[in-house]
Nanobody
Framework: QVQLVESGGGLVQPGGSLRLSCEAS????????MGWHRQAPGKQRELVAH???????RYADSVKGRFTISRDNAKNTVYLQMNSLKPEDTAVYYC?????????WGQGTQVTVSS
């Protein structure tokens, strides 16, 4: 079994920054994909960014140039540095890990961008 625990969400003003962290525990394989998704009220969950165990990344167009995903394989942890935050970034952010064909999700952390 795999568990994911996110942290780092909160309330921030427009233009501000936040850093999310997500630590995976349990049986973690060396080859996997870790990512961040978000879900705003009344909207479907969408991909924000993901990163392979080799460091290849992919971003949603809406966050390119503002968000950076990174990971520490030794700690089984993925990070999301969010800069220049906008009110439309407000959502619950979920991390996930995909390995050997299975997808595991964290419980989510709220990010609110408001003045």
């Amino acid at each position: 079994q795999v568990q994911l625990v996110e942290s780092g969400g909160g309330l921030v003003q427009p233009g501000g920054s936040l850093r999310l962290s997500c630590e995976a525990s349990g049986r973690i394989f060396s080859s996997n994909l870790m990512g961040w998704h978000r879900q705003a009220p009344g909207k479907q969950r969408e991909l924000v960014a993901h990163i392979t165990s080799g460091g290849n990344t992919r971003y949603a167009d809406s966050v390119k140039g503002r968000f950076t995903i990174s990971r520490d394989n030794a700690k089984n942890t993925v990070y999301l540095q969010m800069n220049s935050l906008k009110p439309e970034d407000t959502a619950v952010y979920y991390c996930n890990i995909v390995q050997i064909g299975r997808d595991y999700w964290g419980q989510g952390t709220q990010v609110t961008v408001s003045s």
